[in-house]
């Protein structure tokens, strides 16, 4: 029998949409199409390439489907980040009869822990139990981390308590869970037992532990961990890279910081970047948090948001005037004036630098699209406590203004619905 040149599909895990369309044109040509193995690949590969429709009129026209079809296209729309999308095609699967396995609960389950709600988490945990998958480690593994992630992490421990099969997931989510909840004992007891139990860890282990590390009596810990880190040659790992220079800074320690930095030449990303220059800004080493956002400019990275605001954040008085305006001058050359983040900080620096800048803070107040509660309390709290206080009067009776006519236009829009 004649095969489809899958390597085509299979070659990268991110094929390219030229490559998945030649597939899928010899599939045709040589009447593989109907070939469920094939396609399926294709399914998968047009979802990867982020063409969904395309893959589910593949997934329409084929004659013999099994549960890994159904899984492919569950598995597309969580990764679009429709999940709705996703239950309506789990429902389908099940009133067609199609036995789930371990992967169909995994993806419905990471689209619960996105954005599906508790409720529906709920509700394949149901299935999963009356299907006979709680022992399945994939399946568990992903609805422990569903409540985690749903900030039921209590729930999530009494899974994994009953887990006859746990891996490096498991435990790692786990972690997780308890490190957004701000509880560091705990997560250290799972560390330990992880070690003691000789379970792999990675850098998703490290990374959430590394986030809890904000104080300068923890600093030790700190040592301890980043010494284990590069043990285990996870020290480049930019999760781990970037947490762990955070951490350094947190716990007022600067110099280890830079040394974690430099020693990362060739691994930086630009969170790693944006980590460095925060250590230096939110601890008021202002002249060194310049010199590491010029670098940043002339190595022409991709500044985001963060890189600019928190920059500008740090300007006034004679600074504004040296580095200030540049900057301002540089946010409009990047095409960033609209980014409500950005234009906050402006006007704060304007409002903070001296009374000469007020009119520089008021044209960028109006030439913001989408002015947050941010926006507002800026310019209205600066101008009040420059004396301007019939301006700050003037200007909230405005927000007013605006914010009634919002509501009225919502209200109009819902009832002149057909």
């Known amino acids: 029998?004649?095969?489809?040149?899958?390597?085509?599909?299979?070659?990268t895990a991110f094929p390219t949409l030229s490559k998945v369309a030649a597939a899928h044109c010899q599939a045709i040509k040589l009447s593989l199409i109907t070939d469920t193995y094939t396609s399926n690949n294709l399914v998968n590969c047009y979802a990867k390439c982020k063409e969904l429709n395309t893959a589910l009129?593949?997934?329409?026209?084929?004659?013999?489907?099994?549960?890994?079809?159904?899984?492919?296209?569950?598995?597309?729309?969580?990764?679009?980040?429709?999940?709705?999308?996703?239950?309506?095609?789990?429902k389908s699967m099940k009133r067609l009869g199609f036995l789930f396995d371990g992967y169909t609960f995994g993806s419905m389950l990471k689209g619960?822990?996105?954005?599906?709600?508790?409720?529906?988490?709920?509700?394949?945990?149901?299935?999963?139990?009356?299907?006979?998958?709680?022992?399945?480690?994939?399946?568990?593994?992903?609805?422990?981390?569903?409540?985690?992630?749903?900030?039921r992490v209590e729930d999530a421990n009494k899974v994994f308590k009953y887990m006859q099969e746990r891996n490096t997931v498991s435990w790692n989510a786990l972690i997780a869970g308890y490190a957004e909840m701000g509880n560091l004992q705990r997560c250290m007891e799972l560390f330990l037992s992880m070690e003691m139990e000789?379970?792999?860890?990675?850098?998703?282990t490290f990374a959430p532990l590394l986030t809890l590390l904000y104080d300068v009596e923890l600093y030790e810990l700190t040592r301890q961990l980043h010494g284990k880190i590069v043990k285990r040659g996870l020290e480049h790992e930019n999760t781990v890279l970037n947490a762990t220079i955070t951490a350094y800074a947190e716990c007022r320690s600067?110099?280890?910081?830079?040394?974690?930095?430099?020693?990362?030449?060739?691994?930086?990303?630009?969170?790693?970047?944006?980590?460095?220059?925060?250590?230096?800004?939110?601890?008021?080493?202002?002249?060194?948090?310049?010199?590491?956002?010029?670098?940043?400019v002339r190595l022409r990275l991709d500044l985001d948001a963060y890189s600019y605001s928190s920059t500008i954040s740090t300007c006034f008085g004679d600074t504004q005037r040296?580095?200030?305006?540049?900057?301002?001058?540089?946010?409009?050359?990047?095409?960033?004036?609209?980014?409500?983040?950005?234009?906050?900080?402006?006007?704060?620096?304007?409002?903070?630098?001296?009374?000469?800048?007020?009119?520089?803070?008021l044209k960028v107040f109006e030439h913001i699209d989408i002015k947050d509660l941010v926006s507002w309390n800026t310019i209205l709290t600066g101008l009040s406590q420059i004396g301007l206080s019939e301006n700050a009067l003037r200007l909230f009776q405005q927000m007013h203004l605006d914010y009634m006519t919002t509501v009225h236009i919502l209200i109009a829009k819902k009832y002149s619905r057909p």
């Open 57 to 90: 009129k593949v997934f329409d026209d084929m004659t013999h489907r099994d549960t890994a079809s159904w899984n492919t296209v569950i598995t597309g729309y969580v990764n679009q980040g429709d999940f709705f999308g996703a239950w309506d095609v789990l």
């Open 254 to 296: 600067i110099q280890d910081a830079k040394r974690v930095f430099d020693s990362a030449d060739g691994y930086r990303d630009l969170v790693t970047w944006n980590s460095m220059l925060a250590a230096y800004l939110e601890h008021d080493l202002e002249e060194r948090g310049f010199d590491i956002f010029i670098k940043m």
């Open 112 to 151: 619960v822990a996105i954005g599906g709600g508790l409720m529906y988490g709920q509700q394949v945990h149901s299935d999963v139990v009356k299907m006979g998958f709680d022992d399945n480690v994939y399946a568990a593994s992903a609805l422990l981390d569903m409540y985690a992630k749903c900030s």
């Open 322 to 361: 040296s580095f200030g305006k540049p900057l301002h001058t540089l946010v409009i050359k990047r095409g960033l004036e609209q980014v409500t983040q950005v234009s906050n900080a402006l006007i704060s620096m304007y409002l903070r630098s001296n009374s000469q800048s007020i009119e520089d803070a």
């Open 198 to 204: 000789g379970v792999r860890v990675d850098d998703a």
């Open 1 to 11: 029998m004649r095969s489809v040149p899958l390597h085509l599909l299979t070659e």
